[in-house]
């Protein structure tokens, strides 16, 4: 059977011979696609597997103008863009005294002196570059 036959019997007759027939022919396209776009390849395993549940939803919606193989292909694009984005709006950088490194202590330049050239360079900017600095920092 073609993909689109497998899909109007699946749609039809809800028979997960069908759609399983669907996901053995097209999940290496997928997983190679998704890979591309997270890199590691648990990932991609995992966001492989939520584009055939995504697949699920939506096969009814297919309408056959284009080949099947090209309209899971944007479906998974879509999805793995989707990923890619919450993904970068959840990255939070937490704050872990433990993960910064010791203070180095050269005895050559202690950081009472360190400090004091801080302040002393500090004081001779003007203003506004002396409050960008503060308040990037």
Do not use: E, F, G, K
């Given at each position: 059977?073609?993909?689109e036959e497998l899909v109007e019997r699946f749609v039809q007759t809800n028979q997960p011979a069908y759609f399983q027939s669907l996901y053995q022919r097209h999940y290496q396209m997928v997983y190679r696609l998704c890979r591309r776009h997270v890199h590691q390849s648990e990932e991609a395993r995992d966001?492989?597997?939520e584009v055939f549940i995504r697949l699920l939803c939506v096969l009814s919606s297919y309408t056959g103008i284009a080949s099947f193989r090209?309209?899971?292909y944007r479906v998974a694009t879509?999805?793995?863009l989707d990923h890619v984005r919450r993904r970068r709006q959840v990255n939070?950088?937490?704050?872990n005294?433990?993960?910064?490194p010791e203070p180095s202590r050269n005895p050559a330049c202690p950081v009472e002196e360190t400090a004091e050239k801080l302040r002393l360079a500090m004081k001779r900017l003007n203003g506004s570059d002396r409050q960008l600095l503060m308040d990037y920092y």
């Open positions: 059977l073609t993909d966001l492989a597997q090209s309209w899971l879509n999805h793995c939070i950088l937490y704050y005294p433990m993960l910064l």
